[in-house]
């Protein structure tokens, strides 16, 4: 069922949008569409020739979408950007942007099960026709898988414990909605720091359902075939295990190890980087805390 629900101002939307230094009748992709407030700056710098294609695989977001003959709005996850671009005849693009963060309205719709503020059923979906629930991953993962989970997503250092706790509670009655998981982990999460550790378990348990990281190295990969010569690609991400791999991929070209140098001890990369590291203001962090976190790097296609 469709959600109408307001979905709160982009992190860093200005930055964002002006790192892509809009050309009028430019074509640019919104991966991360959204509630629209990336897409609806990027289309008051297009002129009448200009072209915006948006992508997201939540159902909840084609609500919002814009209507305006210069923009489309495709229901996918954008670790296919390329095949679905193809459709519309769209080979290359002038700039490319992403922020992977969850949006507020997934955040504030309880029965997504995306926040440690309601009481839910474990999904955490962001494609609610994808197979792989909250619920597969904490009742049905083995011990190792689960341990991995906690560990490489959450960063959590008491992830083999943690592991090893929800098995043993989950043999009697299978662990249901997000009060039963708290309750399991109850001793993991001391008082005073309860809400950042939940956070990271949560954080952990839907990077898993959604594939999060393996779509960000997919498209990634893609872009630096997308983007015209002189393309820009404008990302925002909200933990290190992404932004690590959004730094590696613009300074090397891989995610993993360094580039082949050449005799002289050259070597070639797709992609530069514009700019320093991008971080929102006090002032932005203060209107919206979800801010705090996120990290925007630029870069142009060589």
């Not at 991953?137 to 083999?160: I, M, T, W």
Request: charged fraction near 30%.
């Amino acid at each position: 069922m469709m959600m109408t629900m307001e979905y709160h101002n982009p992190v860093l939307l200005k930055e964002t949008v002006k790192g892509l230094n809009i050309k009028e009748d430019g074509v640019y992709v919104d991966v991360t569409f959204g509630g629209g407030g990336h897409s609806k700056e990027i289309l008051k710098h297009l002129g009448d020739t200009g072209k915006l294609f948006a992508f997201d695989q939540d159902q909840d977001a084609l609500e919002n979408t814009i209507d305006d003959g210069r923009f489309t709005l495709i229901n996918e996850n954008f670790r296919h950007i390329k095949r679905f671009l193809r459709f519309y005849g769209v080979k290359e693009v002038d700039g490319i942007l992403a922020d992977f963060g969850v949006s507020s309205h997934q955040f504030d719709v309880a029965e997504r099960g995306f926040s440690t503020r309601f009481e839910a059923d474990l999904d955490m979906r962001m494609n609610q026709k994808n197979q792989l629930s909250a619920y597969h991953v904490v009742n049905d993962y083995d011990e190792e898988q689960l341990k991995n989970v906690f560990s490489q997503y959450g960063e959590l250092r008491a992830a083999s414990a943690m592991a090893k706790v929800i098995l043993e509670n989950r043999k009697e009655n299978p662990i249901k909605t997000s009060e039963q998981l708290k309750n399991v982990l109850k001793k993991f999460l001391p008082p005073r720091h309860e809400n950042k550790v939940l956070a990271q378990i949560y954080q952990a348990i839907r990077i898993e359902v959604n594939q999060e990281i393996e779509a960000l190295k997919e498209f990634l990969q893609q872009t630096p075939e997308l983007l015209k010569k002189g393309g820009r690609l404008s990302v925002i991400s909200y933990h290190s295990l992404e932004d690590r791999l959004v730094k590696r991929f613009i300074r090397n070209g891989l995610f993993e190890g360094e580039p082949e140098r050449d005799v002289y001890g050259n070597f070639e990369v797709p992609l530069k980087k514009v700019n320093g590291l991008i971080v929102p203001s006090q002032d932005e962090i203060n209107s919206n805390s979800r801010a705090r976190s996120a990290k925007l790097r630029i870069a142009e296609k060589l």
